[in-house]
């Protein structure tokens, strides 16, 4: 069984979370369902989501088109190839 929930926010604060979720692929609705969810699931609050920068959002890419570099090694030796 669904329910409303009604909230009222600040015009610019909806605004400006609808263009952050919608560079998520998400709308207003799913977001704030996803926190819901995840405040139910954690017990806690806050946590992170954040708009990928270039960088990120271009490896994210990489790695769905199955171009991602695979790590062979040791931890240490991860943290130190990534340190470099």
């Not at 409303?4 to 979370?17: E, N, P, S, Y």
Request: proline residues 2%; glycine residues 8%; contains cysteine.
């Amino acid at each position: 069984m669904n329910t409303t929930l009604q909230v009222r926010v600040d015009k610019k604060m909806k605004t400006d979370a609808q263009k952050v979720f919608a560079k998520m692929g998400l709308d207003l609705s799913s977001g704030i369902k996803l926190y819901l969810a995840r405040v139910t699931q954690d017990q806690c609050v806050p946590f992170q989501l954040h708009v990928p920068n270039a960088e990120t959002a271009r490896a994210i890419r990489n790695l769905e088109a199955g171009k991602g570099e695979v790590f062979r090694g040791t931890g240490k030796e991860l943290i130190a190839h990534l340190l470099k």
